[in-house]
């Protein structure tokens, strides 16, 4: 069991962080032939709360669907960093927004802190799109599954209309995945 | 041919299950968290010729499948906790008046309102005796998406050749995750259909208590006229207060579907060979249960698992063969102890134990582990 | 003019009388106006769904040979929406007591009106619950008397047929057990309705209500159903005083124009299939 992977997006209701965790399984079931399983936690709240989705990759099946030894977390809120962080390994590694976060006193692993809000609103010209880009960091870092793979989900699960905006999102998730990669 | 393999969620793997099946009426009621299933069939059934309803309460939802039940539709309603509780009536009136039917429940946590966004196991025992009066049901746990799928179809097998409600049984966790599905061609499953009688509506019974073979009920509107009641009936259809008829008609409620156990239960056992130790799980459960057996293993412990599939009626005699020869037996579930009575009152010979984990979580490999650990220390 | 007597027995299944009801009750009356009506309208059998919910009225699909169903408390509704939802060709009739179709299943009546679907209810007002020994029901009068009401009711009561009227239902009338001819003509009409038809009929029930409301034998009920009963033109004339105790009868609302939910819901999978 030693191949189980598991990955967490944690923000809040409406960042689209669980469609994040369906791309990403898609990419991974689909596109890749691995096993993959995506669950997702979350409050009453369909807006704001905290919530997360999560994934675990693995090349066996998969039994216990949750994360419980996290290898990477993304953070989208500083309650749901808070929150969520208990269960990240020891060599594990955190994606935390770097406005969207400002309190690290609970963190582990390894932290890396990256400018995705600011990336959003000077490249694509809103926020909307986080939830692709943080993706995009995920992948870069982790490299769990191809940009192809990912890219071929991706454009399967969002609205039509939409494709394009987020090939860029995801483009400028693994932009910023390769510079952390390569100041580390 | 190329297999279809989709990621999908367990709720919308019943929904394409139903569809695979035949099905072609759902009534229900929003609920959480089953009501993907609902809204994934709005849009699917109008499509293939189905009806889709949005009832104005629970009650009503099963009341309206088990009327297009009686006009030949293989039907089909979603719920969870609250929801099954106000649907337990008329889960009696289907099982009394030999209505086919599927009922879905996505456990969450309870009682009352519970837990709506998290799972439990705590409707296992409902689901058996939820409705008043002496009767058998059927109810299947399925422990993965792509078993949901197939159980479905099966659930929907069963209910027709049986004449019998049939509880899907599956969880948050379950409803919720998606993993890998294989999609079958509908010409790659068996599918069972429902049928005119093969005798003319002259010769018909709606009933039959004492021949053994479950008469086909006819689909109301094809020349068959007859009449259904909630109260007990003979063979015609028509409320009767004979001693003979009460009791025919009571044995025969339990006797169709125990009398056929064989072709309705299904389990799966997982290095049960030389266990020492058995863990009996279902459910989202038991993958968390296959885990903590195979740490078991490494760690030199023969630990086994056994899973009903078919949770209702009960696999009486598997346990009962397991026990003889496995003497510790730990049953983990997601409630205050609910299935562990079926194993104590089967499993004569081997001491029981429980691990109820009531904390809107899953029960995780370690913990099962901890457990199997600490009874093979005893 | 000659009138042949009409043959009941062509719709009753024979085998299943007596029926429960006890002597003088006015439900028979209703039973017959209903076959009659049935008759009138050329129904085959086969085609022709009778649902029932519980009580004494409920028990009348047991009598009547067509496809039937004694669903549950309250429920005849909601199986009769399913049967026709699912097989529109079918004529389906859901018959009701009070008790049955406005405290217990009034979810169901205003949801069934709301969505004007075509089923034609036939709800049987004896002011009370006849089986269960005459407790209180939502039609009962202020003032009268039940096994539960020993000192009179003091709860408003429901006027069906307004109820109806409000929440959508396309056809509403009102007769009584008294007026057989007036009830089959009423009955054929709502039948050949296309929507949610609600017709009330006041029926007699002097075992479980009228003994206890200085009107034990039937012939004083029917009186009653006589007297109290006013045309809604005569009552047009009339003011609130002369109207209290009183109840309109007639056709109140006849509405072609609102759509039917089961063919709407045909018509929206026949544009879904094309595409």
Redesign the interface.
């Known amino acids: 069991?030693n191949d189980r992977i598991e990955f967490r997006f944690s923000g809040s209701g409406g960042q689209g962080l669980i469609l994040a965790g369906?791309i990403l399984?898609?990419a991974a079931?689909?596109y890749e032939d691995k096993?993959?399983?995506?669950?997702?936690?979350?409050?009453?709240e369909a807006r704001g709360g905290s919530s997360k989705s999560e994934v675990i990759v693995s090349d066996s099946p998969?039994?216990?669907?949750?994360a419980?030894k996290v290898d990477y977390m993304v953070a989208l809120t500083q309650e749901s960093f808070n929150k969520y962080i208990d269960d990240v390994k020891e060599t594990g590694i955190v994606i935390a927004d770097k406005e969207l976060v400002t309190d690290f006193s609970k963190a582990r692993g390894k932290l890396y802190v990256i400018d995705m809000v600011k990336s959003a609103r000077e490249e694509l010209g809103k926020v909307l799109g986080l939830n692709i880009i943080a993706l995009g960091v995920l992948v870069e870092i982790s490299g769990i599954v191809s940009h192809e793979s990912i890219k071929n989900a991706l454009i399967k699960r969002v609205p039509s209309g939409f494709e394009d905006y987020n090939k860029k999102a995801i483009e400028i998730g693994f932009k910023l995945g390769k510079e952390i990669k390569n100041n580390n | 041919m190329a297999k279809n393999i989709k990621l999908m969620q367990g709720n919308e793997a019943i929904a394409e299950g139903a569809i695979i099946a035949g099905c072609n009426f759902f009534a229900g009621y929003p609920i959480t968290p089953s009501s993907e299933i609902a809204e994934l069939l709005s849009s699917k059934l109008p499509k293939t010729g189905g009806v889709f309803l949005q009832m104005e309460d629970e009650i009503s939802a099963l009341g309206a499948v088990l009327g297009a039940a009686l006009g030949g539709a293989k039907a089909i309603t979603a719920s969870s906790g609250p929801g099954i509780s106000l649907k337990q009536e008329h889960i009696g009136y289907a099982s009394m008046s030999e209505i086919p039917c599927v009922i879905v429940n996505v456990m969450r946590g309870g009682p009352s309102t519970g837990l709506p966004t998290l799972p439990a196991q705590s409707d296992i025992m409902q689901a058996k005796w939820g409705t008043h009066g002496d009767h058998a049901i059927i109810a299947i746990v399925p422990s993965s998406v792509n078993e949901s799928l197939y159980e479905t179809i099966r659930a929907f097998n069963l209910s027709i050749k049986y004449r019998t409600p049939v509880l899907i049984l599956t969880d948050e966790i379950i409803g919720h995750m998606r993993e890998k599905v294989v999609v079958p061609d509908k010409s790659d499953v068996d599918i069972i259909d429902v049928k005119l009688p093969d005798v003319p509506p002259e010769e018909y019974n709606p009933y039959n208590y004492t021949s053994g073979a479950v008469t086909p009920l006819a689909p109301m509107g094809e020349g068959y006229r007859y009449h259904v009641t909630g109260l007990i009936h003979g063979e015609t259809g028509f409320p009767s207060q004979k001693t003979e008829t009460i009791k025919n008609a009571q044995n025969w409620l339990i006797d169709k579907i125990y009398k056929n156990i064989e072709d309705i239960e299904k389990f799966d056992e997982f290095q049960t060979e030389d266990a020492d130790i058995l863990v009996v799980a279902y459910g989202s459960t038991s993958r968390s249960t296959r885990q903590a057996v195979m740490m078991a293993r490494t760690a030199g412990i023969k630990a086994g698992m056994f899973r009903p599939i078919t949770i209702w009626p009960f696999p009486e005699k598997q346990i009962s063969n397991l026990s003889k020869r496995i003497k510790k037996i730990l049953v983990p579930e997601m409630n205050m102890g609910q299935i562990i009575l079926e194993i104590q009152r089967n499993a004569c010979e081997s001491q029981v134990y429980g691990l109820n984990v009531v904390t809107g979580e899953p029960i995780t490999p370690d913990q099962i582990y901890a457990k199997i650990k600490e009874i093979a220390e005893s | 003019m000659i009138k042949t007597k009409f043959d009941y027995d062509k719709y009753l299944r024979k085998n299943t009388l007596p029926h429960i009801w006890c002597p003088g009750c006015g439900d028979g009356i209703i039973l017959k106006a209903l076959l009659r009506a049935i008759d009138k309208c050329e129904y085959p059998k086969d085609d022709v769904v009778v649902a029932s919910g519980i009580g004494c009225a409920s028990r009348l699909p047991g009598y009547v040979d067509f496809n039937t169903i004694h669903t549950t408390h309250g429920r005849a509704l909601t199986f009769a929406t399913g049967i026709k939802m699912f097989k529109p060709r079918l004529k389906v009739i859901a018959i009701s007591g009070d008790g049955d179709a406005l405290a217990i299943g009034g979810n169901h009546f205003i949801h069934a009106a709301r969505r004007n679907i075509d089923i034609t209810m036939i709800i049987f007002n004896n002011y009370t619950y006849g089986m269960t020994g005459g407790q209180y029901s939502p039609t009962q009068p202020l003032g009268t008397y039940s096994t539960t009401t020993s000192f009179g009711s003091i709860e408003q009561p429901f006027d069906a047929c307004n109820l109806a009227q409000a929440a959508g239902a396309t056809w509403v009338g009102r007769s009584t057990s008294y007026h057989a001819v007036q009830l089959e003509k009423f009955i054929v009409s709502a039948l050949k309705h296309t929507g949610f038809s609600v017709l009330e009929v006041i029926t007699n029930c002097h075992i479980s209500f009228g003994r206890r409301n200085k009107m034990k034998s039937p012939v004083e009920m029917v009186k009653y159903q006589k007297e109290k009963a006013i045309p809604i033109r005569s009552a047009e004339n009339m003011s609130d005083e002369e109207l209290a105790g009183r109840f309109k009868t007639g056709i109140f609302l006849e509405n072609t124009d609102k759509p039917e939910f089961s063919s709407e819901y045909r018509k929206m999978a026949e544009t879904l299939k094309t595409k």
Request: net charge negative; proline share 9%; hydrophobic share 35%.
């Open positions: 069991m369906i399984a898609d079931a689909i096993n993959a399983v995506q669950t997702q936690s979350y409050g009453p998969i039994e216990y669907p949750k419980t």
